[in-house]
């Protein structure tokens, strides 16, 4: 599939203050407001000719999915995965990903409960349908860096090495502080990296000094290449992206960091957050789907970056 860009896209698309190539959607959110309500966290496969999106509907406090042509206009959702206040730790359900596999869809997600975030895991044979694996959580805070939350899971499967490869944040549960790694060769038992965090906060860096968090990580001409949030503070938040060779060390930040910033007066006027990015090699235009935030609700927009070399 080529995923052409919308000619208005081009014409109108609307630059980020050191955006690097990265323009973003011209006519405001793409998901979300409204009577929908606040609607947060990406995460898209591209599938027989469209896009997928499951995403956090926060009102309902549950996972839905909705599909597309373009990645800009989209179904009715449809609801996946609800919150289970009788478990004991998903009174609120949220903050997803999703991987495809010959075996069908795996989804570890984020339940909480006051004071604590811990991961869990489901499987779909349709990515719409989903039952969860047991009652328990697969990934709980143990760390003394992960205080009592532990969120945001980026997941992807590494055929060579047979593992699940997860990226996630732990710390503070409003926003949380850093970023760590885990395996498992079954997408239930974890092993942590016993250097964690990987990943932290460049305090020299004005607009992530508070905190770094919520990355996805995707494998791109033998680099990983990790899409983050960089906190300047609790309440303003930007967009960047760094690279390492092999997804734990050396990470190295793009010069052109911050790449998405919010637009003065516009949607996202206070924060830009929660990024995740497809490359699409045919037409060769990443896309790059993240929050965006001026006061309340939140929404989902999406910006993009016309060839394929991101400036590192």
């Given at each position: ?120 895991y ?99 001409r ?30 190295k ?29 045919p037409?060769d235009?990443?896309?790059l ?24």
């Amino acid at each position: 599939m080529s995923a052409q860009l919308p000619p208005e896209a081009l014409e109108k698309g609307i630059p980020a203050a050191k955006a690097g190539g990265w323009v973003k959607w011209p006519l405001g959110s793409v998901l979300g407001g409204g009577e929908i309500g606040t609607c947060f966290e990406p995460t898209l496969l591209r599938e027989g000719g469209k896009f997928r999106m499951w995403f956090s509907w926060r009102p309902r406090k549950l996972v839905a999915l909705v599909e597309g042509e373009d990645g800009v206009h989209w179904s009715d959702p449809v609801i996946c995965l609800e919150a289970r206040p009788e478990s004991g730790w998903e009174d609120d359900l949220n903050r997803q990903i999703v991987v495809r596999r010959e075996d069908g869809y795996h989804m570890w997600y984020t339940g909480q409960i006051s004071g604590r975030s811990e991961i869990g895991y489901a499987r779909s044979a349709d990515g719409a349908t989903w039952k969860r694996h047991g009652d328990r959580p697969v990934l709980s805070p143990d760390q003394p860096w992960e205080t009592t939350n532990v969120m945001c899971p980026h997941v992807i499967w590494d055929e060579e090495a047979g593992l699940f490869r997860m990226w996630y944040s732990a710390g503070e549960q409003y926003e949380p502080d850093a970023i760590g790694y885990a395996t498992s060769p079954d997408g239930i038992t974890w092993g942590k990296h016993p250097e964690n965090p990987i990943f932290s906060s460049d305090e020299s860096l004005s607009w992530e000094q508070h905190k770094v968090t919520a990355c996805q990580v995707l494998k791109h001409r033998g680099w990983h290449v990790m899409f983050y949030i960089g906190f300047r503070d609790v309440d303003h938040a930007q967009v960047g992206v760094a690279r390492s060779r092999d997804g734990i060390t050396g990470w190295k930040r793009n010069p052109s960091n911050p790449i998405i910033s919010p637009t003065e007066g516009s949607w996202d006027h206070d924060a830009c957050y929660k990024p995740f990015a497809l490359y699409d090699e045919p037409s060769d235009v990443w896309r790059l789907w993240y929050n965006g935030r001026r006061d309340e609700p939140e929404g989902i927009g999406m910006a993009f970056h016309v060839g394929e070399d991101l400036g590192f």
